[in-house]
Nanobody, 125 residues
Framework: QVQLVESGGGLVQAGDSLRLSCAAS????????MGWFRQAPGKEREFVAA????????YYADSVKGRFTISRDNAKNTVYLQMNSLKPEDTAVYYC??????????????????WGQGTQVTVSS
C-alpha cells in the first residue's frame, strides 16, 4: 500500500497559478501510474489528470487541457499538478491517487487505489 499526502492548495484569484504536490511513501511508487481528481461541494468526484509510471504518458480532462500539467519526480516520490490560468470553476478539494498500469487510461475513481486526504483549492473571481 502507498500512502499519499497532498499539499500546495490555497486561495488565489482567477488567472493565477498553483502547483500541487503529492508525496508518496512506498517502494512501488515509481511503477505505479498516478492521477489527480477534484471534488466540489455537492458534486461527484471528477477526474483531472493522470500520468504513467515513467512519466512519459499523460492524459487530462477536457476542462483542464492546456491549463494544467501533471508531472512526477520518482526520485522524490512526488507527483505534481501545475495549474495555470485558474478559473472559479476549478475550486474544489484536489486528491491524488494511485493507478495500476494495467488500468492506465481510466478516468473512473473506482479504478484508482490509494488516495490522499485532499488539499483545498479556492479560486475567486
Amino acid at each position: 500500500q502507498v500512502q499519499l499526502v497532498e499539499s500546495g492548495g490555497g486561495l488565489v484569484q482567477a488567472g493565477d497559478s498553483l502547483r500541487l504536490s503529492c508525496a508518496a511513501s512506498g517502494r512501488t511508487f515509481s511503477s505505479t501510474a498516478m492521477g489527480w481528481f477534484r471534488q466540489a461541494p455537492g458534486k461527484e468526484r471528477e477526474f483531472v489528470a493522470a500520468i504513467s509510471w515513467a512519466g512519459g504518458g499523460r492524459y487530462y480532462a477536457d476542462s483542464v487541457k492546456g491549463r494544467f500539467t501533471i508531472s512526477r519526480d520518482n526520485a522524490k516520490n512526488t507527483v505534481y499538478l501545475q495549474m495555470n490560468s485558474l478559473k472559479p470553476e476549478d475550486t474544489a478539494v484536489y486528491y491524488c491517487a494511485t493507478l495500476e498500469m494495467r488500468l492506465y487510461g481510466s478516468k473512473r475513481p473506482a479504478d484508482f487505489g490509494s488516495w490522499g486526504q485532499g488539499t483545498q483549492v479556492t479560486v475567486s473571481s
